[in-house]
């Protein structure tokens, strides 16, 4: 029984760690909407887009490793979607379950789990791997106007000196994207 439940917990560590990576991407993506949030163009419209796509492309890997959210659901339903965390659950019920040794039912269930958590890892790592690191090169390499004031310039602009100021272009630092994902 021991045995079996440090093989699951190695696996489990081995999918926290993989989980804590699209995390870290979600953090990433808030702090980029919030620095987009009143930049207009192209650029940033473009960035947008992205984001959306990566997003979903998280919310499809959570899904599989937790399962949908309850308010995706209508009326009254049953949570059978076997997913990753499920067949953990399963593996550590039956461990825990019985007084006896463990049998082969049992080991095929940690086997089981430990394969669905080789199959979630291998799809977050391709993810972090692909493409957000895409995206991460996108924000890097896109030009994106700083927003301006509208009382600053309106102030500047009635000035009969001074000439209307041009939008500053400035690029996306790396340091407001990397944060702790490991590429």
Excluded: H
Excluded at 65 to 82: E, H, L, S, V, Y
Excluded at 113 to 123: D, F, I, R
Excluded at 147 to 154: A, E, G, I, Q, T
């Amino acid at each position: 029984k021991i045995k079996m439940n440090s093989r699951l917990q190695t696996s489990v560590n081995k999918l926290t760690e993989a989980v804590d990576k699209i995390t870290d991407a979600e953090e990433t993506l808030t702090k980029m909407d919030a620095q987009l949030r009143n930049v207009e163009g192209k650029e940033a419209d473009s960035l947008r887009k992205s984001a959306t796509t990566i997003r979903a492309e998280i919310k499809k890997i959570r899904e599989s490793i937790f399962g949908r959210n309850a308010t995706d659901r209508q009326g009254i339903t049953r949570f059978a979607d076997i997913t990753t965390n499920s067949i953990l659950q399963n593996a550590r019920q039956e461990i825990g379950g019985k007084l006896a040794a463990p049998t082969a039912q049992t080991e095929r269930l940690v086997a089981d789990a430990e394969a669905a958590v080789t199959e979630s890892v291998t799809k977050i790592n391709e993810f972090v791997n692909g493409k957000w690191k895409d995206y991460r090169k996108l924000v890097e390499s896109t030009p994106v106007k700083a927003p301006s004031s509208s009382r600053r310039s309106m102030k500047r602009s009635t000035s009969a000196t001074s000439r209307p100021r041009t939008p500053k272009v400035t690029r996306m630092p790396a340091s407001s994207i990397s944060g702790r994902i490991a590429v």
